[in-house]
């Protein structure tokens, strides 16, 4: 996760996390990522059931009821164990995790465990009533998806109107008091729909977008030879700093993140090299703070039949069940030899990733990708668009 707003617009500077002692205990959520600590925040597929046929679904849901899925007590005694843990996040996923009737209690719960809880849905499902509920739950944020605006939206989706039924989502969200922002996960065919999301969000007055990169799991795996070329990524992600910092020099600001394309913070940081090389020596200290992907470190799944992996992407492997021990004991159990890797996986990545100078910033990117396109975990990450010179130079 890569914050334009935060570390190309100047939102943030190292002493603002020092302040903090660096702990996920302390941090506000908007530091989380620059802790020192890498309290893993944890994604619950809670449901795998949708409503929606997303082309992109990386848990390949579908509009079934699923027998394994975890119920609310186990759902209870699963948060409860991430709270004692010190998970400072728990991310409300699916499939879609409004499709569960007990999702205002297991949010409320969450709350008063001491956690930030968040929601990540398609938005279609959020009636003024329900909007209402979570509101009263202590829900911190509500991340939205679209994947453009209008038609394009509901040709991703699968379902006719579900970009209107997104939108007044939103607006529901917004009306109840809930902070609300935008996922848009990028591909070869909607990569053209960014300004129509940046419009989209000054129009609505919506405080937050998030643009993913495509990982190439479930569905999604479908769309990794249509994925964009280096080319266009590097363009695509100059477009999201203009467009970020034109917003801030309007007088508008938003908090834009890229995320699943670790690349994107040694590119960031090259780009303000050219431009204020004194920002970019603060921007270099954050990067490393916040250290890349954390897949099996600082992020984690649990999925909704209890399998514990380390990513909610990489889904074929799994560390463990709990309906058999709790995420705690599963999540620091190195007797687990990938498990044990991936605490500390910069010494085990190969090819031009072992050799790369931005490692302790990139920390390897998506071992998700690699494996998905080469069959080898360690192999390095195709989606990374730094050129060879830029892997090799001098910091």
């Not at 079934?64 to 164990?81: F, M, N, V």
């Not at 909610?312 to 687990?336: H, L, Y």
């Not at 390095?380 to 668009?385: G, I, N, Q, R, T």
């Amino acid at each position: 996760m890569i914050g334009i707003s935060k570390l190309y617009c100047g939102g943030v500077e190292p002493s603002d996390i020092l302040r903090y002692g660096a702990q996920s205990d302390r941090l506000p959520s908007h530091l989380l990522q620059f802790s020192s600590d890498k309290r893993p925040v944890v994604v619950w597929n809670a449901t795998r059931r949708c409503n929606l046929k997303c082309v992109h679904c990386y848990s390949s849901s579908q509009n079934r009821r699923y027998s394994d899925e975890l119920s609310t007590e186990e759902g209870k005694a699963l948060i409860a164990d991430l709270a004692a843990f010190g998970s400072p996040v728990l991310l409300f996923s699916g499939g879609e995790p409004l499709m569960r009737e007990d999702l205002p209690e297991l949010v409320r719960f969450a709350v008063e465990s001491g956690m930030r809880a968040v929601i990540s849905t398609n938005g279609t499902l959020i009636t003024k009533k329900r909007a209402a509920v979570f509101a009263k739950t202590g829900l911190s944020y509500m991340g939205i998806s679209l994947d453009g605006v209008g038609e394009i939206h509901d040709r991703f989706r699968g379902v006719p109107g579900a970009f209107d039924a997104a939108v007044k989502g939103i607006r529901n969200c917004r009306e109840a008091g809930i902070k609300v922002g935008v996922r848009f996960t990028i591909t070869g065919e909607n990569s053209g729909e960014i300004p129509a999301i940046f419009d989209f969000i000054e129009q609505k007055n919506i405080p937050r977008a998030c643009f993913y990169h495509l990982v190439y799991s479930g569905r999604g795996s479908a769309l990794m030879n249509s994925d964009l070329p280096h080319d266009r990524t590097r363009e695509v992600v100059d477009l999201i700093m203009d467009r970020t910092r034109n917003l801030f020099d309007r007088g508008l600001p938003k908090e834009i993140l890229t995320v699943d394309n670790h690349a994107d913070g040694p590119y960031l940081y090259l780009r303000l090299l050219r431009e204020d090389p004194g920002r970019a020596a603060e921007v270099l200290t954050l990067l490393k703070m916040n250290e890349g992907n954390s897949s099996g470190r600082g992020i984690g799944c649990v999925s909704w039949d209890g399998e514990v992996h380390a990513d909610q992407f990489w889904r074929e492997i799994s560390f463990g069940n709990v309906r058999k021990r709790p995420f705690s004991k599963i999540w620091t159990d190195t007797s687990n030899e990938l498990m044990a890797k991936l605490k500390d996986k910069k010494r085990y990545v190969t090819g031009r990733c072992a050799e790369c100078r931005w490692l302790d910033v990139c920390g390897g990117n998506f071992r998700t990708r690699a494996e998905a396109a080469t069959g080898d975990i360690w192999a390095p990450d195709p989606a990374c668009y730094l050129t060879d010179d830029e892997i090799r130079g001098a910091i």
